[in-house]
């Protein structure tokens, strides 16, 4: 019941958010959109952004599955990642328009990272760096296309998603390896 409860919880915050931004949403209006009291809200959530950051971790979580079961390439992933953006355009905009706009961040960051984390310590096989130094690689590429995701978003969701992911990959192609091995210990 409890996992149902914060489903319809999230749901309700959600759909609120294709209509306005998350700055003017108040949990009296999430509790009546759900047709649950205050209370109820409170046993879940501490306020609307530990609301929002369940949201974004409950689909982190489920958007990284998903590509793990597809044994997904970076691209592939990059793209599932522009597709969920897409796919809740009202929700993110009016996210990343209001002060919840670091929840959305932290959220795309993860997708990002985990994706990274995978390409890299793929790709560092036979190649001795050291965990620092593969995190310092993951957190570069993280930045660079996080920097991508948002600047597309900012100008407003225009250029199609798979021509951004054919650019990044004809511009970083072999580049995460070659990080690599200029940081070899060997």
């Known amino acids: 019941m409890t996992d149902l409860t914060k489903k319809a919880l999230g749901q309700s915050l959600k759909s609120l958010l294709k209509k306005k931004t998350l700055d003017k949403i108040t949990i009296k ?3 009546s959109d759900c047709g649950v009291n205050r209370q109820t ?3 879940h959530f501490q306020d609307i952004y530990d609301l929002l950051d369940w949201i974004f971790i409950v689909e982190a979580t489920k958007e990284m599955e998903q590509r793990r079961k597809k044994n997904e390439t970076w691209q592939q992933g990059l793209l599932r990642t ?5 796919c809740n355009k009202s929700f993110v905009i009016n996210t ?4 919840g706009r ?21 790709r560092s096989e036979g190649i001795n760096v050291t965990y620092e130094d593969k995190n310092f690689i993951i957190d570069f590429y993280t930045y660079a296309l996080l920097g991508v995701i948002l ?6 969701t225009q250029e199609n998603p798979k ?3 054919d650019k990044l990959s004809k511009l970083i192609k072999g580049d995460v390896t070659r990080a690599l091995e200029k940081f070899d210990k060997n």
Do not use: C, P
Request: net charge negative; aromatic share 20%.
């Open 96 to 99: 990343y328009n209001s002060i």
């Open 29 to 31: 209006d999430i509790v």
């Open 41 to 43: 809200f409170y046993y």
């Open 82 to 86: 522009f597709d969920y953006i897409e």
């Open 102 to 122: 670091e929840h959305f961040e932290k959220y795309i960051n993860k997708v990002i990272r985990q994706l990274l984390a995978e390409v890299v310590e793929q």
């Open 163 to 165: 021509k951004i992911v």
């Open 151 to 156: 600047n597309w978003l900012r100008q407003g």
